[in-house]
């Protein structure tokens, strides 16, 4: 029977929330509004557990980001893992899964957009910002390097356009937009 540190387990939940109140706190001001002190009442927790598990502020917007990487790498893995191989049900699941990003999940996906964009101003973040593309690339990778990196810039700029819209796209309207992406990749 293996012992369980109850305070490495009370740790890991405190280091969680505490990305969770991060994550929250960009959504809803944008990352100005990260500080050590704002993440910790949010997460309703002392002041002095963000910086005992993030010694810095760019430490806590890394962790953040690399958080949210692997909870789409998750998702998207799976919803793609269940379309394999169909080429229309792997376009129906990106263009549900833009809808969703651009619709319910609008305020998330400009969170991470923003932690995202702020690795071109600090280098810290950039690996976890690099993790995304990484992410895709072993899910959806088909043919030559150059080819699927102009398809996830492709994707990029249309999540980006999506988030300046007045109203989010549809499934409907998101399908042949994505088939046209894809089909780019396999030409």
């Known amino acids: 029977m293996t012992m369980v540190d109850g305070r490495k387990v009370r740790g890991d939940r405190r280091r969680e929330a505490l990305i969770h109140a991060t994550l929250r706190l960009v959504e809803r001001d944008g990352v100005a509004g990260i500080t050590h002190r704002r993440v910790a009442n949010e997460a309703g927790v002392p002041t002095a557990s963000t910086t005992y598990h993030f010694e810095s502020l760019d430490d806590l917007l890394v962790a953040t980001l690399t958080w949210c990487a692997d909870e789409f790498a998750v998702t998207v893995g799976d919803r793609i893992a269940r379309a394999r ?79 300046i819209r007045d109203t989010p796209l549809s499934v409907e309207e998101l399908e042949p937009l994505v088939a046209s992406l894809m089909r780019s990749t396999r030409a």
């Open 85 to 163: 191989g169909d080429e229309r049900k792997e376009i129906r699941e990106l263009a549900e899964m833009i809808a969703d990003a651009l619709g319910p999940r609008r305020g998330r996906l400009m969170a991470e957009y923003e932690l995202y964009l702020l690795a071109a101003r600090r280098p810290a973040l950039r690996p976890a910002a690099r993790r995304w593309a990484n992410i895709l690339t072993r899910l959806l990778h088909h043919g030559d390097e150059m080819t699927f990196r102009a398809f996830l810039a492709g994707l990029e700029g249309l999540l980006m356009q999506g988030l």
